[in-house]
């Protein structure tokens, strides 16, 4: 995580994420590294970053958790014969973001933070 030393980061740790909702039962799932920290413009505000690594090199994404309309936690899906468990969903009006972690406690842990 050298790139984000000097930034606090408040949880980070991998989760599956889905694709775009119209391609969701088509493409494949991603597993990403996450970096939730404060979006740094006002206090209280977060944003969750997704890299292809935990060396958070290559930013593949951000969430702006202050357009977030709503979460869901306890999610399950099936597609293609592989369960998705330990599933939370973040909901902004451009997008629903579907996100697996590897345990009921890692999904806490995201969810509750």
């Given amino acids: ?13 991998w989760l599956f994420k889905s694709p775009p909702e119209k391609r969701i039962w088509k493409t494949k ?3 990403r590294w996450f970096v939730l920290k404060p ?3 006002i206090p209280g505000q977060y ?3 997704y890299y292809t690594d935990s ?10 958790l202050d357009q977030c309309e709503q979460v869901d936690a306890g999610l399950q899906l099936e597609i293609r014969k592989q369960n998705y468990d330990n599933m939370f969903d ?19 842990k995201w969810y509750v933070d």
């Fill in 90 to 108: 973040l909901r902004t009006s451009k997008r629903t973001y579907y996100l697996v972690a590897d345990s009921e406690d890692e999904m806490n």
């Fill in 29 to 31: 799932w991603r597993r």
């Fill in 47 to 49: 944003v969750l970053e």
């Fill in 39 to 41: 979006s740094g413009q």
């Fill in 55 to 64: 060396t958070c090199k290559k930013l593949k994404g951000q969430i702006d």
């Fill in 1 to 13: 995580m050298d790139n984000l030393n000097n930034q606090q980061i408040v949880h980070a740790g």
